[in-house]
């Protein structure tokens, strides 16, 4: 099947003159050096954990200087206020305190409305609360809005400031589909949902089919995914002072020549759930050259698309996990259709010619973590580590898992980590076909663009770059972050196969 891309427009806008310059792990920008310098505030933490007294979601996920967003906050404090925090290093406290609001009455809304079928979710309801003007002085980055109310309540909203004229050489993405997919406020998401199902059979019958941003975030204390598997990287590439901007998964779905103005696109954390426009902006980014990183496992792997609210456009997210029950099926563009799987039918295209491997299951949630082991110490991403074939870093390994599979890959693909899970703490989407799951961490070069492409293999690598813990006798933070700086300041530099043209060697591995 072909699958025709979307393009650059003809006209790049121009961007504000930027200094930058080469440092350690990349390309840096002294605007991020600065930034990163002024007084932080460790004040933007929740430390007693979110209250569900009070809750609020955004009219937007993302948004640029000069515009407005609303809020829409339901809690049971008399007032509260708004407190707006830039998230990075600085100094490391964390965060910076952009703006907050004066004392905001407050008022309990009522019970958000399940739409029967799809079992949607949504407050679009809600009356506004208050709207927040984006001035200069949101400086573009990631955001948490933090609900403070008068009794204590305290819970976040998060907003990506983006700078449409932005030329930086990283490209964050945040990925609020998948944030969204697993949001379970009002009791429904794309995996779980209230009533009875039919025992061992998935997906669950109760799920939704139809998710909304017109809702709070059940979890991540209203944050959704961005703290646990976003923010450890968030706050790394600020610390380092790299030539950074950030845009959202709507962002690409909506300006889809984005991707190509920068050097690479960087997926972050979780990044499962993908719509048609966001995934042949990233293709055809690629073709031009433009590297990949996914630091998630399991990319690519679920198709949404989006649909209009009474909120605004593109403010609901489908995904009925079943090409025949999808209304648009046999209607339309089948490219279009929402089967359980991108590679499911009638879509019928597999991320593993993109990402470089497919998904292959998790690890049992409770059971821990497992070391990462290196497996091409040679390669460029070790450089400096003093790592050896077969080095293990512990606490890395966890959750979701990229297997290399023989049967289907780049034919240059190279694999620079094999981290075995052992079966017993694992879930195999392909049943016990060795006794152990494998992590592998790849990467491949395109023969024609020579754009890098770099997986992870595990959805914990982000969260194994927080901070340590103090006292802790184990951590993988460090080497971790050695690595990942590695890998950014090969892929700052342009086209990566240019550089390090990848080198197939999974038959030494796959024996």
Same mark, same amino acid.
């Given at each position: 099947m072909i699958h025709p891309h979307h393009q650059p427009p003809k006209h790049k806008p121009t961007p504000a003159k930027v200094l930058?310059?080469?440092?350690?792990?990349g390309k840096e920008a002294s605007w991020v050096v600065a930034e990163n310098k002024l007084p932080g505030t460790a004040a933007w933490r929740i430390t007693k954990g979110a209250s569900p007294d009070i809750a609020g979601f955004a009219s937007k996920t993302y948004a640029s200087v000069g515009s407005k967003v609303t809020l829409y906050v339901s809690?049971?404090?008399?007032?509260? %206020? +708004?407190?707006? /925090?830039?998230?990075?290093?600085?100094? *490391?406290? !964390? =965060?910076?305190?952009?703006?907050? &609001?004066?004392?905001?009455?407050?008022?309990?809304?009522?019970?958000?409305?399940?739409t029967p079928g799809v079992n949607m979710v949504s407050c679009d309801r809600w009356a506004p609360t208050l709207k927040v003007k984006i001035t200069p002085a949101f400086v573009q980055g990631d955001y948490l809005f933090k609900l403070v109310g008068s009794g204590g309540q305290q819970s976040y909203i998060p907003l990506t400031v983006w700078d449409?004229?932005?030329?930086?050489?990283?490209?964050v993405k945040n990925d609020v589909y998948t944030w969204q997919a697993w949001n379970p406020y009002g009791g429904y998401d794309f995996y779980a949902g209230l009533g009875t199902c039919p025992s061992n059979?998935?997906?669950?019958?109760?799920?939704? %089919? +139809?998710?909304? /941003?017109?809702?709070?975030?059940?979890? *991540?204390? !209203? =944050?959704?995914?961005?703290?646990? &598997?976003?923010?450890?990287?968030?706050?790394?590439?600020?610390?380092?002072?790299?030539?950074?901007?950030?845009?959202?998964?709507?962002?690409?779905?909506?300006?889809?020549?984005?991707?190509?103005?920068?050097r690479v696109l960087l997926s972050l954390g979780h990044d499962e759930c993908w719509s048609l426009g966001e995934r042949r902006a990233a293709v055809a980014a690629e073709g031009a050259g433009v590297n990949m990183v996914f630091f998630g496992a399991s990319p690519?792997?679920?198709h949404v698309r989006l649909q209009a609210s009474p909120l605004g456009s593109d403010r609901e997210?489908?995904?009925?996990?079943?090409?025949?029950?999808?209304?648009?099926?046999g209607k339309g563009n089948p490219l279009q259709v929402t089967g359980n799987t991108w590679s499911s039918p009638p879509a019928s295209w597999s991320e593993v010619g993109f990402v470089?491997?497919?998904?292959?299951?998790?690890?049992?949630?409770?059971?821990?973590?497992?070391?990462?082991?290196?497996?091409?110490?040679?390669?460029?991403?070790?450089?400096?580590?003093g790592l050896r074939a077969g080095s293990a870093v512990p606490g890395v390994i966890a959750t979701d898992l990229d297997e290399f599979d023989p049967g289907d890959y780049p034919a240059n693909l190279e694999i620079l980590g094999h981290s075995p899970v052992p079966l017993r703490d694992a879930i195999s989407e392909d049943g016990d076909l060795q006794g152990f799951l494998a992590s592998d961490m790849t990467y491949w070069t395109d023969p024609a663009s020579h754009a890098g492409i770099f997986d992870s293999g595990t959805t914990n690598w982000i969260p194994s770059l927080a901070p340590?813990?103090?006292?802790?006798?184990?951590?993988?933070?460090?080497?971790?972050?050695?690595?990942?700086?590695?890998?950014?300041?090969?892929?700052g530099r342009g086209p990566a196969g240019r550089h390090q043209p990848s080198e197939a060697n999974w038959r030494a591995i796959y024996k």
């Open positions: 930058t310059f080469q440092g350690p792990y809690t049971k404090a008399p007032s509260f %206020r +708004v407190e707006a /925090f830039r998230m990075g290093f600085y100094q *490391g406290k !964390g =965060a910076r305190l952009v703006w907050e &609001s004066a004392p905001v009455p407050g008022h309990l809304k009522a019970p958000c409305v399940v449409p004229t932005s030329g930086a050489a990283y490209l059979v998935y997906p669950l019958c109760s799920r939704a %089919r +139809v998710v909304s /941003f017109d809702r709070p975030y059940g979890y *991540g204390e !209203g =944050a959704g995914d961005f703290l646990g &598997s976003e923010y450890p990287f968030v706050r790394f590439i600020e610390e380092h002072g790299l030539d950074v901007t950030y845009v959202t998964d709507v962002t690409v779905e909506q300006h889809p020549g984005i991707v190509g103005y920068h690519i792997l679920r997210e489908v995904d009925y996990r079943d090409g025949t029950a999808d209304p648009l099926n470089g491997e497919n998904y292959i299951g998790f690890v049992v949630g409770g059971t821990g973590t497992f070391p990462y082991v290196v497996a091409d110490p040679k390669a460029w991403i070790f450089k400096g580590t340590c813990p103090v006292g802790a006798r184990s951590c993988p933070a460090a080497m971790v972050g050695k690595i990942t700086g590695n890998l950014l300041s090969l892929f």
